[in-house]
């Protein structure tokens, strides 16, 4: 079962170090992407702000310290249920477009998957 949760943490891995760059260097992409281009100026700071953080619990998700890898699997379960709830919430309140939410909702659904297959060999 560890062959599946390291490939499950690696992928959550560069989904996390992906977005967080696209965050911190890219805002103005992710508030198209998400149907808000209007607010991209205003996005930019908490995507920024965001994106540096997302970066580094990705490295965490690859670091050679096994101790430190485990933190970052079990962080990864409360992140991405906090996502996922955080992006229903968003589309049930009209707070984004409704393809935006439902966008969102899937990829943090895949990213909290994710976490719970690298959390499995935690588990044991």
């Known amino acids: ?19 967080g760059a696209a965050g911190l260097f890219a805002p103005r992409l992710l508030a198209s992407r998400l149907g ?16 540096i953080r997302t970066i580094l619990i990705g490295a965490d998700l690859l670091a050679w310290d096994e101790a430190v890898r485990r933190h970052a699997t ?4 409360i992140v991405h249920a906090s996502d996922t709830a955080s992006a229903i919430a968003t589309g049930i309140k ?16 895949l990213n909290l998957g994710l976490a719970l297959l690298a959390n499995r060999s935690d588990s044991r």
Do not use: C, K, Q, W
Request: cysteine-free.
């Open 94 to 109: 009209g707070g984004l477009p409704r393809r935006s939410a439902a966008g969102a909702t899937v990829i943090s659904a």
């Open 36 to 51: 808000v281009e209007e607010s991209a100026e205003p996005m930019g700071y908490p995507f920024r702000m965001f994106g």
């Open 74 to 77: 079990r962080a990864a379960l």
């Open 1 to 19: 079962m560890a062959h599946v949760s390291d490939r499950a943490r690696v992928a959550l891995a560069g989904i996390r170090i992906f977005n």
